[in-house]
């Protein structure tokens, strides 16, 4: 086996034939793979100085050739991509000759589509399965543009692409040519090219950008050496991570501050270790892998300070801290922080991360904060590395006292799974905030609603006239939500059979409702006020102590003046035309969720007006109910229907006026 790294235009040029085996799947790309592509190569044609690229590996096996002239070679694996890559040259080709470019249309065909001095089926440059070959061989001919194929469904989805970006043929050719990298492995002729695809593709995983580092490495170490040092430093790595491998090593080079994409992490990586010595980067990779192993898996931690805050991280589900915890690891072991300070760090950490979820604040940025966070406070001027941390952090979007507490109190937490595990974790802390002597086992502990998810008529009369508006806006933030082992029994019970339950709970946080004798609106705020103000004492803010103002809601007393939603900038003048905009955008821009929210707040939002007793029509012919709806309802409303439909906090905003 050879294997070495190339661009594309070798792969391409010359007159060669690459043939599918029978025993491929036939072309199988859709959407997904397509648009990740296209991301790249748009990515690419923007940047001025382009990168090269790594696209992933292509497997070939030499085989005769007849007539003599045609150098061939089976594509044991690679199949879909290079595939791919032909369809876009031919689209290529063909929007020269539309635009009469047509000397850059015979380059692309002569040179890179076919092998032109050549007959019958060695004309083709690629031979894929018999399903599939009919269809390419006629878009290479003719574009076949009027036949139903998953190769025609590529071409014609490339093509809308391409129109759509306004870039030149030329600039997109010399991307494809020379910017996209892949592996070129070549078998030996004696191999079994089934059993070959076999081993590539066990399991339906091709060759992963970990099994490429291990052969790069390895191509670099003596034969005499090879198996020694694979047991000593390749073997432990690979077993303790398992198939989390390729993601330490994308997290082990972003710990510099690089921003890695999963697909470039083979090249990154080889552009960093081709100086110096291969086997002291695989001493180092080793060392901070058990670093890794143990903030995956905290269980491995054998010092408990640290095995408990790694657990809260973990269950925050933020693997982008990783990057950042690899360094605190390597300082903490290095001596430069001590355990104390390592277990700031990982309470700072957590501290950011909850209040920014309660904020809903996007978290697509967090790469960008925490792969170069070390080397920043290193560089900040901070001699403490805590303080240094702080400061940085607070800069970052990270919600002040008034945002954390508004925003927690009226906030929809339970919901997807995801929101469900980080929630049973702040429930967890609060009850644990009342100091109990013994330590409590939350294992057998569900996230309880006392008002229950399903209302029954002692429900509804309970609550009284509004009971579906505050079924609709309370039934999932925290003044609503409690831990019990007694889910099930209670469920949808009244207040007064449930009220037991939670006066003989051994948590303290049930001893509440002891004094409690009904449960409405009024009584679910203030409980919200009360956890709320408890979640401050936990999860103190560490920024500037001018911003730590928690008296009252940022629009409370206020009037509205501008909406900023989803890039637009509408003039509003009272709260219920906020509203009112608001869902008249969602319902222009995302059809599909504004359906989610009339099934979420049918109190607020229905298609029939009588139901409410003030309506306003919306342009899609929907109505929002906008009776007594004051700002805080209307933020209330507002936020919880962003993230019913998966927006943020940065999505939606109000600038407003005193009264």
Known sequence: MNANETKLQPILEGTKQYVVPLFQRPYSWEKDQWGRLWDDLKELCEDSNPRTHFMGSIVTLPTRSVPEGVTKY???????????????????????????????????????????????TDYFKLLPTQIDRTYFEKLIR???????????????????KLSESGF??????????????????????????????????????????????????????????????????????????????????????????????????????????????VIDWLKDLKRFSEYYERIMNPEKEDVPELKRGLSRLNRLQVTTTYPFLLNCYNNYSSGKINLEQFEDIL????????????????????????????????????????????????????PNDIEFKERLKDTKLYGASDRAIKTKLILETLEESYAH????????????????????????????????????????????????????????????????YYSNSHLEMNKYFSDINKWTKEDIESRSENLADKALEIWPYFGNENSKIIEKSSYTGKTPRILKFLGQNVKVSSWKEVLEVTMNIIAEDEPEKFLELIKHFPSFINWDDKKFKLARPLKNGAFVEVDHLSAKTTQRLCYQALETIGLTAEDWSVETTDN
């Open 74 to 120: 089976l594509l044991i694996d690679g199949q879909q991509r290079l595939t791919t890559i032909f369809v876009l040259l031919a689209i290529l080709r063909d929007n020269a000759i539309a635009k009469g470019k047509q000397e850059l249309a015979e380059e692309i065909r002569n040179t890179l589509l076919v092998n032109p001095y050549k007959k019958e």
């Open 142 to 160: 003719d574009s076949a543009m009027d036949d139903h194929n998953q190769i025609i469904n590529a071409y014609r989805f490339f093509s809308r």
């Open 168 to 277: 030149e043929e030329e600039t997109l050719k010399k991307v494809i040519t020379n910017n996209l990298s892949v592996i070129s492995i070549l078998l030996d002729v004696n191999d079994n090219p089934y059993l070959v695809f076999e081993s590539l593709n066990a399991k339906g995983k091709p060759l992963s950008q970990a099994d490429l580092i291990r052969n790069y490495f390895f191509m670099r170490i003596h034969i005499d050496q090879q198996e020694a040092i694979h047991r000593q430093y390749w073997k432990p790595m690979q077993d303790a991570l398992g198939d989390s491998l390729t993601e330490f090593i994308r997290h082990y080079i972003m710990k510099e501050g690089t921003i890695v994409r999963q697909n470039d992490i083979y090249f990154i990586l080889k552009e960093i270790t081709s100086k110096g010595d």
């Open 347 to 398: 309470n700072i950490l957590e501290n950011f991360i909850i209040r920014r979820f309660i904020c809903n604040i996007p978290t697509n940025q967090l790469n960008k904060i925490f792969s170069p966070l070390n080397l920043q406070i290193q560089n900040s001027g901070f001699h403490d590395f805590i303080e240094g941390a702080k400061f940085l952090l607070q800069n970052k979007g990270y």
């Open 437 to 500: 002597k013994e330590k409590i086992d939350f294992t057998g502990l569900d996230i309880e609603h006392i008002m229950p998810q399903k209302l029954t008529e002692y429900w509804r009369n309970h609550l009284g006239d509004d009971w579906e508006k505050t079924h609709n806006l309370l039934l999932h933030t925290i003044g609503n939500l409690t831990l019990t082992a007694y889910n099930p029994e209670i469920s949808n019970g009244s207040f007064e059979q449930k009220k037991p």
